[in-house]
């Protein structure tokens, strides 16, 4: 599991909502039993903030919600499916934005 990688969702009942999460932990990190990750959602009314980020990601215009990141057990996780590493410095931005505000 690499820094940047799409999972699917494996919870059931967020996955109608957010049927993907990205992967943003470091995969330097390996040893940890947990992962960082946000969520990749399909809802077209929810507003994008200065910290939110719309990725098209298999034909669909998501929107990756970083304000709802949040560290989960690896075990259980799916294999990647893709990646939004082409995305990598709006990613950082926007995290430096939640994380600093600037």
């Known amino acids: 599991m690499r820094q ?4 699917q969702n494996q919870n059931p009942s967020t996955r109608g909502y957010a049927p993907y999460v990205v992967v943003l932990q ?5 040893p940890l039993d947990t992962v960082l990750l946000a969520p990749l ?9 200065s910290v939110d980020l719309v990725i098209d990601f298999g034909g669909q215009a998501l929107v990756l ?8 057990p690896k075990q259980g996780l799916s294999r990647a499916i893709g990646s939004v590493i082409d995305r990598e410095d709006e990613i950082r931005r926007a995290l430096d934005r939640l994380f600093t505000g600037f």
């Open 41 to 49: 959602v399909n809802d077209a009314r929810r507003s994008v903030s």
């Open 65 to 72: 919600v970083l304000a709802e990141v949040a560290g989960v």
């Open 4 to 7: 940047f990688d799409v999972l």
């Open 26 to 30: 470091s995969h330097h990190l390996e």
